[in-house]
């Protein structure tokens, strides 16, 4: 419903209810049930301030919504969502190197991320390091060879840096755009 205020104060109070029963359930549970306790809870302390984090990143609030995706990962270091999102927030702040860190981070738990090859080869690209931005292109059209968006990036990286395939990286693009009308045109809707 897009009412990120109020959904923030619901994971305030999730949150407060997660750290109370943490310390009052904890105690009170035999030994070789804690350790299974204690992970459930820290997991659902993890997706609370990574949802808060989201929250925050559409309100615009993007240094406080990293805040909560580092707490979210602190807790779970594989939270491919959490990074994800982090990565957003710090793109939006300018921090690109920083935004392509967290997105290695990202790589590294899930290496078949065709946004995150595909986002990380932009931010190469708007850094000025075309042939990095080829690589990620190149990584992400071995996952998707129809990336039409990557070929047409590839293009452009490839002319920054002199490189001949460029025009066929524009062809493959337009013809993947081509492939794409004809199909919506000849649909049956």
Not at 30 to 49: Q, V
Not at 65 to 91: C, G, M, Q, R, V
Not at 118 to 146: M, P, R, W
Request: hydrophobic letters at 35%; glycine letters at 6%.
């Amino acid at each position: 419903m897009r009412k990120h205020e109020k959904a923030i104060e619901c994971y305030d109070k999730a949150l407060n209810q997660v750290h109370f029963e943490k310390k009052s359930f904890l105690e009170s549970l035999e030994l070789g049930k804690r350790e299974a306790y204690l992970l459930e809870m820290n997991l659902h302390e993890s997706n609370i301030c990574r949802l808060k984090g989201r929250s925050l990143l559409w309100l615009g609030k993007y240094d406080e919504a990293i805040k909560y995706f580092d707490k979210a990962l602190e807790i779970n270091p594989n939270d491919t969502k959490a990074w994800y999102n982090k990565s957003t927030a710090l793109f939006n702040l300018g921090k690109y190197e920083e935004a392509i860190n967290a997105n290695r981070e990202l790589l590294n738990i899930d290496s078949g991320n065709v946004n995150v090859w595909q986002v990380t080869g932009d931010l190469q690209f708007i850094l000025g390091n075309y042939k990095e931005a080829v690589d990620c292109y190149d990584h992400t059209l071995k996952i998707d060879s129809n990336h039409t968006k990557t070929w047409y990036h590839k293009g452009l990286a490839l002319l920054k840096i002199g490189g001949s395939d460029a025009p066929y990286c524009f062809k493959k693009a337009k013809e993947l755009v081509w492939d794409l009308e004809s199909s919506i045109k000849s649909a049956d809707f």
